[in-house]
């Protein structure tokens, strides 16, 4: 490619960046126009350093920070290590005797075989096989989880829990073993640190040896004094840590995780660039990518489905779900590379050999890291397959596509010295 064309697609790029982060604007303002807005605990630290705050998920959130653009976040992270304020995600405690039978009731997760302080995705399903909401679970032991579901589900997911706990509680046959109680971690910090220098930023602050901290394991460390919660993970690809911190100790830890004078340290990190490294990863957003009429199957989330739960009636929802892992769906969630222009959430996609309607897209971006246009959605199964040759509705122009296997850009998970 020649230096002219780079420039172009850079130009390109950061143009629909910011159209993107326009588009995030919006729908926030959208959805939450009419309601108080929630704010974490570091509202005011991101204020002081000059973010950009929109509604999202019912929470004041920054969407970037002074003059920094979303590429050039985004690019930050792939190269260095940035820092999310994740603290509106819902953090809780389920704890009791029969806490993993209850969490593999909600969920088709295999709970009962994760060892203590790993973690795994997760789905809760409705009667229907209908995700309610994408969550991590990590497991403490057999009787304690921690679980972090997501802001925007929070009335949905509270109302579900409550409503399963007390139909458990209630059932002798059920919770035989004991009751099961959940408690929500009202007001406490959650920062998520990512990029291939996280783990030399995070362990200035931190005795334990972060090289033995795989991928989906977690655990209790002091950063700076202070009991924190670690989990090695993330939402863009690369390696990171999910750090839940005490009510009054979020700024001061993220001040330090981000401030030049400690050494090596995190750059302010918004929703903009979040969304575009999501999505280069190939990572599902609830509301866009999967909703209550979309099963794990159709998501391409069937591995959530653990083998040893494949069974009639082991989870709610399991009906359905068995049966498309049988049968096979009717749709399926793929990628896409997309020529001239960028598709948006809600494109129409048709066959290319017919122009048949096929499908929608639910996410789509052009992809700082790879100088492409990227989606991805849900096609008939049939047209779901590598390589597969699609038109998809941009501007009122057909615009060739390319089915393209997730995630589009390389995962980099610590998973141990190689």
């Avoid at 998920?57 to 260095?80: E, F, I, Q």
């Avoid at 789905?123 to 994408?134: A, E, H, Q, S, T």
């Avoid at 199964?381 to 589009?408: N, W």
Wanted: proline content about 4%; overall charge neutral; charged content about 20%.
């Amino acid at each position: 490619m020649s230096l002219a064309s780079k420039t172009f697609l850079r130009a390109s790029t950061i143009r629909a960046i910011s159209t993107q982060c326009v588009c995030i604007r919006q729908r926030a303002l959208a959805s939450s126009a009419t309601s108080q807005l929630l704010k974490t605990g570091l509202y005011d630290f991101h204020v002081s350093h000059g973010a950009k705050m929109v509604p999202f998920a019912g929470y004041s959130m920054p969407l970037a920070y002074g003059d920094v653009g979303a590429v050039s976040s985004h690019n930050h992270v792939r190269t260095k290590v940035g820092l999310f304020d994740v603290g509106h995600m819902v953090q809780s405690n389920f704890t009791g005797p029969s806490a993993t039978e209850f969490l593999e009731w909600l969920t088709p997760s295999a709970l009962s075989s994760l060892d203590n302080f790993s973690s795994t995705l997760s789905v809760l399903l409705n009667d229907k096989g209908g995700i309610l909401d994408d969550l991590i679970i990590c497991k403490h032991s057999n009787d304690a989880f921690y679980v972090v579901t997501n802001a925007g589900r929070r009335t949905e997911d509270l109302a579900w829990f409550e409503q399963k706990i007390q139909e458990w509680n209630s059932n002798s046959a059920k919770s035989s073993k004991g009751k099961v109680e959940m408690k929500v971690m009202e007001d406490w910090g959650l920062v998520a640190l990512q990029g291939p220098e996280a783990a030399r930023c995070l362990q200035q602050h931190v005795k334990e040896d972060l090289t033995k901290l795989l991928f989906g394991q977690s655990l209790y460390a002091e950063v700076a004094g202070v009991k924190c919660h670690i989990a090695r993970g993330g939402y863009t690809g690369e390696d990171g840590f999910e750090i839940s911190i005490p009510p009054q100790d979020t700024v001061k830890i993220t001040d330090l995780l981000t401030n030049p004078a400690s050494g090596s340290h995190a750059q302010l990190t918004g929703l903009g660039a979040r969304d575009s490294l999501r999505l280069e990863a190939g990572m599902c957003l609830y509301g866009h990518d999967l909703n209550e009429d979309i099963t794990p199957v159709e998501a391409g989330l069937s591995w959530v489905v653990a083998k040893s739960r494949r069974q009639p009636g082991a989870f709610i929802g399991s009906e359905t779900i068995l049966q498309q892992l049988k049968d096979g769906p009717t749709k399926r969630r793929v990628g896409f590379v997309v020529e001239d222009a960028p598709a948006r959430e809600g494109a129409k996609i048709f066959a290319a050999n017919s122009q048949e309607e096929i499908g929608v897209v639910t996410s789509g971006i052009p992809s700082p890291t790879l100088s492409q246009n990227i989606a991805m959605g849900y096609v008939q199964s049939g047209h779901h397959k590598k390589g597969t040759e699609v038109l998809i509705d941009v501007r009122k122009k057909l615009r060739k596509a390319t089915v393209k296997t997730m995630p589009f850009v390389p995962t980099k998970y610590w998973k141990g010295p190689e």
